[in-house]
């Protein structure tokens, strides 16, 4: 018996055979001639290989029945846009003239370089995009090699699929009766076979090393997709232990299900709020079948693919009106461009060589610089908010000036385009230590704020959170970033304004209780916490929120915070968190 790790995206246990399926990448032939001639060979070669690669997109995403998922139609769109992109098949035949090497070489040599680009990339959902590329690259190989994909649809028995990596469309041809689970050796969290498993419901385990050449077809293994293990040829014991546990996860998810449409609620009845972050379209589904009651952030730059330059005011206009559709016009609340700090775009020369990002021109202030591109957005969440519920949130704000300019702005476009009714909310984030300190005036100004914990918390504590060697020092349970919220929520209840909170802390249940316990606030989280969230909170009472909250803000040190927080867990997490020991 072997145990081989990795991260699970995708919950659930599973005991089965694996189907070990090779990467194209594996065996490819590197050629390098004299022959100028064999220049236009091989570059008919790749031509002819992006033609039958657009062919096969093309089959799917015309889907005559109108069966294909909106998730998995989204991927193969982008698979789509950018095998005609400037910096794909284009530099693969300059890469051929050049170097005067066979198409396959030039393709893999063209991908290692895009590997290199994207991993400098800090934020880890753009970062992960490259897997997107790489399995489109995948195709086109394969169809350099004339070697046809694996037609995962006509298994005839049930299999744990093994893969170096699986792409959108591989997924897209999955027979979910007869796919038990997937295993991969590439991809985690934010890559689109996670969300594509979670979709539908298939166990995942991704980012196992070299798990292709430890596992061989037929093999027995266990899967779990709660805590990231494979485990190969289990004694009986072993698999007993993890069905059981099986058993009672599916237990846990069909209570998880009769919360689709019950009302977060304490223990003692009190309501509590809560909203769906939106990072990309395949979750709009989740969001609309778990009847979230709304979205309390879209993070607009994650929603386009930027290959013909930003997208025009129509483009945006039918993509915020698509969102409001695709949940029944619930409230969506838009966040302006973040561009800058950990999400770079090559439209701003002045961003390309700034020595620190972070504390640079992003969000709110390169807006600012470039006022028609910050109106286009604006003229576009105006004219979808005639037929829609909408929100203008404005990130990264550290003066009045900057909300009072945006006002303006937002006054000014809805007189242009005739709009008599004044129905777009205005709000801004609180995520500088210097909005903190300003909240009371900027609550003149708007009509709802939202915490944006990540970067608050990173700038409170002078912590980049994606550097290793001081990931330990960024802690949102520190007595600053603590009295902070306190201070924010109070301000905001105070004048009877929103108040909602984002980030990774949003969906952390003692976080949760000391917030509560602090005041009214709306939790915005990713999708998949918002059922186990309602779960969790129906356990507490309103008066233990309080209590826990008068304590923390009575902790003077770090470590006072952190002995209670552990406390905190052990009291109340092996009851009513998923991923208790009972469960995993």
């Known amino acids: 018996m072997n145990i081989h790790r990795g991260i699970g995206v995708s919950d659930g246990i599973v005991f089965g055979k694996a189907l070990t399926i090779y990467s194209a990448f594996l065996n490819y032939p590197r050629i390098q001639f004299q022959d100028e001639k064999r220049i236009a060979v091989e570059i ?7 033609t039958s690669t657009e062919q096969e997109l093309t089959d799917i995403i015309v889907d005559p029945n109108d069966l294909l998922p909106e998730e998995i139609h989204s991927v193969f769109s982008g698979y789509k846009l950018f095998i005609n992109d400037k910096r794909f098949i284009p530099v693969i035949e300059k890469t051929i003239t050049n170097r005067k090497i066979n198409a396959e070489w030039a393709l893999i040599r063209v991908l290692a370089d895009l590997e290199v680009q994207f991993s400098k990339i800090p934020d880890p959902y753009i970062r992960s995009r490259f897997d997107d590329i790489r399995q489109l ?13 694996l037609n995962l649809s006509d298994l005839d028995e049930p299999v744990i699929l093994v893969s170096h990596d699986i792409s959108a469309a591989d997924t897209f041809n999955l027979n979910k009766e007869n796919i038990l689970g997937i295993v991969t050796e590439l991809g985690g969290d934010t890559s689109h076979v996670a969300i594509l498993a979670r979709a539908m419901n298939i166990p995942a385990v991704l980012g196992v090393p070299n798990i292709t050449h430890q596992i061989v077809d037929e093999e027995s293994l266990i899967l779990d997709g709660n805590s990231g293990e494979i485990i190969t040829q289990p004694d009986q014991e072993i698999i007993d232990v993890k069905l059981s546990k099986q058993e009672r996860f599916r237990f846990y998810l069909s209570e998880l299900e009769q919360l689709k449409n019950v009302k977060c609620q304490l223990k003692d009845g009190v309501d509590v709020n809560l909203a769906a972050n939106l990072d990309f379209l395949e979750e709009l589904n989740q969001i609309r079948e778990w009847n979230i009651d709304s979205i309390g952030l879209i993070r607009t730059e994650f929603l386009f693919s930027y290959e013909d330059g930003f997208p025009d005011e129509n483009e945006q206009l039918k993509m915020y009106q698509h969102i409001s559709e695709t949940i029944n016009h619930k409230s969506i609340t838009i966040r302006t461009w973040d561009i800058g700090g950990d999400k770079t775009s090559s439209f701003f020369p002045e961003l390309a060589h700034e020595a620190n990002p972070a504390l640079g021109l992003r969000a709110i202030r390169i807006c600012l610089k470039h006022k028609d591109f910050y109106r286009t957005q604006i003229r576009a969440i105006l004219r979808a908010s005639e037929k829609s519920k909408i929100r203008l949130m404005i990130p990264m704000v550290t003066r009045l000036d900057e909300v009072i300019t945006s006002k303006k702005i937002l006054d ?25 300190f300003i909240i009371d005036e900027l609550l003149d ?6 915490i944006g914990s990540n970067d608050l918390i990173q700038y409170a504590l002078a912590v980049d959170r994606m550097n290793e060697n001081v990931a330990g020092f960024y802690t949102p349970f520190h007595p600053s970033i603590l009295k902070m919220l306190e201070k924010i929520i109070a301000s905001a209840n105070r004048v009877n304004k929103d108040v909602s909170i984002c980030g990774e802390i949003a969906a952390d249940p003692i976080m949760q209780m000391f917030l509560i316990g602090t005041g009214k606030i709306t939790f915005s989280m990713s999708p998949n916490h918002v059922l186990r969230t309602k779960r969790i909170l129906n356990k507490v009472d309103s008066t233990t929120c309080k209590k826990i909250a008068f304590q923390f803000v009575s902790k003077h040190s770090l470590e006072e915070s952190n002995i209670f927080v552990q406390r905190l867990r052990e009291q109340y997490m092996d009851e009513i968190e998923l991923r208790s020991s009972e469960l995993i």
Not at 413 to 435: A, H, Q, Y
Request: hydrophobic residues 35%; proline residues 4%.
């Open 44 to 50: 008919e070669r790749i031509q002819k290989a992006k």
């Open 137 to 149: 690259g995948e195709h086109l190989m394969k169809n350099l090699l004339l070697k046809p994909s």
């Open 412 to 436: 000014e476009e809805r007189e242009k385009l005739n709009i008599k009714t004044d129905n777009v909310k205005l709000g801004c984030m609180i995520e500088t230590p210097g909005s903190v």
């Open 445 to 450: 100004l708007v009509d709802f704020i939202s």
